[in-house]
């Protein structure tokens, strides 16, 4: 079987890219896959790939390539339209509403066409209307799947199936935490929506109280100055690490005790898997979407309501897990048993009995 996956870009450092290239690094034991990035603008992806996946592009965005057609957005649609049409393969699995709605236009009718879906889309006019066309949609979490049901709901049936499976975490085996490091780490893209500014700030309560635990942040983005300018108005500079970007953050996971999740809205929830196959507990707000589908607070972490002083709130769950080292542990190996559920072999298991069950 020939399974073709599409992502916007396989080179970026998103959530999304790291589930999928899992997702096809498992695949390729068993089958034929290939990895098509709309656009190119590295070397190499951000994120590892297993030997056995092809890699392929639309749009090779690199510095000193040469195009027929001009830069923008019609080059793009229109080497996405020809690709498409050209396309060869007996599973495409599209990774955004857009490129979704272009495979149920372009892609041949004998292709089984599954949209994989994390988030809502915001236009949800072209999805309603061109999604009938796709034999299946597949959420990562039973919330955005019941999302899903009700916003492809057609009158008398006729839209595709909407399925629930879980991303994969990368195989095994997986650094393990050994829990005596006092360490908080955090990681992700530094944007408004993942809120580490409400981390620094309940940190500067367990610095205050705490002074020999450190919180390290990896990743980056457009909110590093402002971050870092309140690291500064704090007077945090000696417990908050700014530990910039890295391909192994479950490596780095692995040196922590409490992996912190502050993020608002909804989450794609990767990080969180990540901390937990490290074996490390994860705190995080109930409110945000991707958390609160795998933190069981008491079993592998804790889930901080959303109130007024969620800073303060913040701070006390990370102060009783600082001081409870029996009951950190106690959460490290629900995280552990948590993660197995996500191994890359397993969640490959759950898409072929998926693809079969198409066929």
Known sequence: MKVSLVLTSAYAMRGDVRATLNLAT?????????????????????????????????????????HLLPRGQVRT????????????????????PGLSVQAARHAPRETIKIAREWGRPSVPGPVQRLYPR????????????????????????????????????????WPRSRMDNRIVAAGGRWVPVKAYDRLIRAFAIVADKRPDWRLRLYGGGPEERRLRALVRELHLHNHVYFMGITP?????????????????????????????????????FDGARGPREFVATGYNGVLVPESESDQQLFAGALLA???????????AAGALDTAVRHSADEVAEQWEKLIDGLR
Not at 77 to 85: I, K, N, S, T, Y
Not at 146 to 153: A, I, K, M, T, Y
């Open 248 to 284: 192994d953050l479950a490596g780095e996971f692995a040196k922590a005790s409490i992996v912190a999740n502050p993020s608002r809205g909804e989450d794609l929830g990767m990080t969180v898997l990540e901390a937990m196959g490290c074996g490390v507990p994860v705190v995080a």
């Open 26 to 66: 498992a695949l390729a034991e068993r089958h034929e896959v290939e990895v098509i990035s709309i656009r190119r603008q590295k070397e190499k992806p951000f994120f590892p790939v297993g030997p056995k996946v092809v890699m392929r592009s639309v749009v090779d965005a690199r510095p000193g390539v040469r």
């Open 134 to 173: 796709l034999q299946a949609v597949v959420t990562a979490t039973e919330s955005a799947q019941e999302d899903w049901v009700r916003l492809l709901d057609v009158p008398g049936g006729g839209g595709p199936v909407v399925h629930s499976v879980l991303d994969a975490l990368p195989r095994g085996p």
């Open 77 to 96: 649609e229109v080497a996405l339209w020809r690709m498409l049409r050209n396309l060869r393969c007996d599973v495409l699995i599209t990774t955004r």
């Open 321 to 331: 897990l600082i001081d409870d080292e029996r009951r950190r542990r106690s959460l």
